[in-house]
């Protein structure tokens, strides 16, 4: 029997098993479907209004710093502000507080606090993202605990650093006595963090998207950063905490970081020999401690860097540094814009052609620099 009789023989026998799988999948789809709808039905544990947090009886609220109103300058680039939102910093204290999908934070009757949940918009009565997975089960959690997470990029080292460490801060200068946190301890830069906080891993509850916890106290607070915006308390108290017993210095590097995964330089052999022939240091970021990237940072009085989270170490920066972020089309984003004028940076965005790669998302596919068009600029920068 020829191979080409065999494989088609065997297709014979798998054409069932493929549509037995199928059908079972769709049925088992529609029926999760209906599941939740006569649970929304009849209203079991399940969250359905949408409240903000001033509305709710038996909730405390603290304020503990008032916002920082910064104005910075628009680049046609971005599609930014010119200032930032006014909000102020307060830490609520919920008894019984629930939280579910990691980051959605509701009352011991369901309610959602909105002014606390990430992406949780007035006029929607739902929130979406507790029905992917439905929360059998609630786990109680007899301590009063403190929410270390904001939404599902947790696991983004810009969101981390400039969202979720800042948090921490407001908690510690509540004066609220914290058992327990509900973080993301995942990566190494999460260990990293937990670590220079000095919290221990005992008081580490794991971040769960599965997981319906009911705290005894639940302490909260709202966002820290708008639009990727760093506040001068927020980089002072990450300087502290990562340039501990760093001896100040005049920053004089010129420094070059360089992508080795996705979003990398296209013509890269070309524009690292440009970077070395003006005196640029190439470093690679992956290995390096949080520390050993903020130590470099601080030294740096010049960045060149393709946009990605790792230019969120800027932040251990010193005044008047100067920051070039390299895009494509599809990667033109603000936050760093921001984040640069928040902190007093030189900043200069500079957009070139994309490598298309079909087997990328376009956001990773690499940049095509022109090279002229980099010394040009070099040379009213360095010289």
């Given at each position: 029997m020829t191979r080409q009789i065999k494989q088609y023989l065997f297709s014979l026998w798998l054409?069932?098993?493929?549509?037995?799988?199928?059908?079972?999948?769709?049925?088992?789809?529609?029926?999760?479907?209906?599941?939740?709808?006569?649970?929304?039905?009849?209203?079991?544990?399940?969250?359905t209004v949408n409240y903000t947090i001033s509305k709710i009886e038996g909730i405390e609220s603290k304020l503990i710093l008032a916002f920082e109103k910064i104005n910075f300058p628009i680049i046609p680039l971005f599609k930014g502000r010119e200032s930032t939102e006014h909000f102020d910093h307060v830490v609520y204290t919920i008894p019984r507080g629930k939280v579910f999908w990691s980051y959605t934070i509701a009352t011991p009757s369901n309610e959602i606090l909105r002014d606390v949940t990430w992406r949780h918009n007035v006029g929607i009565g739902t929130n979406l993202y507790a029905y992917k997975l439905f929360p059998w089960k609630t786990t109680q959690i007899p301590w009063t605990t403190a929410v270390l997470c904001w939404n599902d990029t947790d696991k983004n080292y810009h969101h981390r650093i400039t969202t979720i460490v800042p948090k921490y801060y407001i908690f510690k200068k509540s004066g609220i006595k914290i058992d327990t946190y509900i973080a993301d301890t995942n990566l190494w830069f999460h260990r990293e963090w937990r670590e220079a906080l000095w919290i221990d891993i005992s008081q580490i509850i794991p971040s769960d998207p599965h997981a319906y916890y009911q705290c005894d106290t639940l302490i909260c607070t709202n966002t820290t950063t708008v639009f990727g915006i760093i506040q001068p308390r927020a980089?002072?108290?990450?300087?502290?905490?990562?340039?501990?017993?760093?001896?100040?210095?005049?920053?004089?590097?010129?420094?070059?970081?360089?992508?080795?995964?996705?979003?990398?330089?296209?013509?890269?052999?070309?524009?690292?020999?440009?970077?070395?022939?003006?005196?640029?240091?190439?470093?690679?970021?992956?290995?390096?401690?949080?520390?050993?990237?903020?130590?470099?940072?601080?030294?740096?009085?010049?960045?060149?860097?393709?946009?990605?989270?790792?230019?969120?170490?800027?932040?251990?920066?010193?005044?008047?540094?100067?920051?070039?972020?390299?895009?494509?089309?599809?990667?033109?984003?603000?936050?760093?814009?921001?984040?640069?004028?928040?902190?007093?940076?030189?900043?200069?965005?500079?957009?070139?052609?994309?490598?298309?790669?079909?087997?990328?998302?376009?956001?990773?596919?690499?940049?095509?620099?022109?090279?002229?068009?980099?010394?040009?600029?070099?040379?009213?920068?360095?010289?």
């Open positions: 054409r069932p098993v493929r549509g037995i799988i199928k059908h079972t999948t769709i049925i088992f789809f529609y029926l999760r479907l209906g599941i939740k709808k006569l649970i929304r039905l009849f209203g079991i544990n399940v969250i980089k002072k108290f990450l300087c502290e905490i990562f340039l501990k017993d760093r001896a100040q210095v005049v920053a004089n590097r010129k420094v070059y970081i360089k992508r080795i995964t996705n979003r990398k330089i296209a013509n890269e052999t070309e524009f690292e020999k440009l970077m070395t022939d003006y005196g640029f240091q190439i470093s690679v970021l992956d290995g390096m401690t949080i520390r050993q990237q903020a130590e470099l940072f601080y030294e740096a009085k010049i960045v060149i860097w393709p946009h990605g989270a790792w230019l969120t170490n800027m932040i251990f920066s010193q005044p008047w540094t100067k920051v070039i972020e390299l895009f494509h089309p599809q990667t033109i984003f603000g936050h760093y814009y921001a984040m640069a004028w928040s902190l007093w940076f030189d900043y200069t965005p500079l957009v070139w052609k994309m490598k298309l790669d079909t087997k990328k998302i376009e956001m990773d596919n690499d940049i095509i620099v022109d090279i002229e068009q980099v010394r040009k600029v070099l040379k009213t920068i360095t010289y």
